[in-house]
């Protein structure tokens, strides 16, 4: 396979120290990434699902968004607590986990986006997606499933849809990081 992503993630406690490393392979690119691919590089029109269950038809190169600001829950990297496998059709998590500080809710901090990095000697490339969730709700936490939303002529879209193999508690006070990084090859 010529495109693939990885998502990385890491829990660091209150006291700085790293309590949790994972790195996974994303398995779940939905419809709307390959429909989105196809309206900016052809102009032709296609039908997307915004993350909240409406139509949404385009037929043109627009900009993709992952670049959120803090404490904004609506695009870039989002976190879950559903349980249920993902499909090609999905358009939003199972179970967003909101942002705030109640009971339940994690802190969404700025979305950063990496530059290109290419490797020319094995014709390969990579970009990756970062955001940092800190949970100030006074109990535990669990995440399992993570997403990729991008928003796309105002509307915001879930291109990618993950199910952990196992769920990670995130202590109060601690902080979840998460990277997709998207690789290339020729």
């Given amino acids: ?28 690119f ?18 997307l699902v915004t993350t909240g269950g409406s139509t949404f038809s ?3 190169p627009n900009p993709l968004y992952v670049l959120d600001s803090s404490n904004d829950d609506n695009y870039g ?3 879950g ?4 496998a993902p499909a090609i ?5 199972t179970q967003l986990i ?3 500080t109640s009971a339940g809710q994690m802190q969404y901090g700025v979305v950063n986006v990496m530059s290109p990095v290419i490797n020319t000697t094995n014709n390969t490339g990579y970009i990756t997606v970062t955001r940092a969730f800190t949970n100030n709700s006074g109990g535990s936490i669990t995440v399992s499933e993570v997403g990729l ?26 902080t979840l990081s998460i990277a997709y990084e998207i690789q290339i090859a020729t």
């Fill in 1 to 28: 396979m010529n495109v693939k992503a990885y998502l990385k993630i890491k829990v660091i406690n209150e006291k700085g120290k790293c309590i949790y490393y994972r790195r996974y392979r994303s398995r779940s």
């Fill in 30 to 47: 939905v419809a709307n990434f390959i429909n989105i691919m196809f309206a900016g590089l052809f102009r032709q029109s296609v039908t």
């Fill in 58 to 60: 385009t037929s043109g």
């Fill in 77 to 79: 990297i989002q976190i």
């Fill in 81 to 84: 607590t559903g349980t249920t």
């Fill in 89 to 93: 059709t999905d358009y939003r998590l």
């Fill in 98 to 100: 909101l942002n705030g």
């Fill in 149 to 174: 939303v991008v928003n796309f002529s105002s509307n915001n879209f879930l291109i990618i849809h993950d199910l952990l193999p196992t769920p990670i508690t995130v202590p109060n006070g601690s």
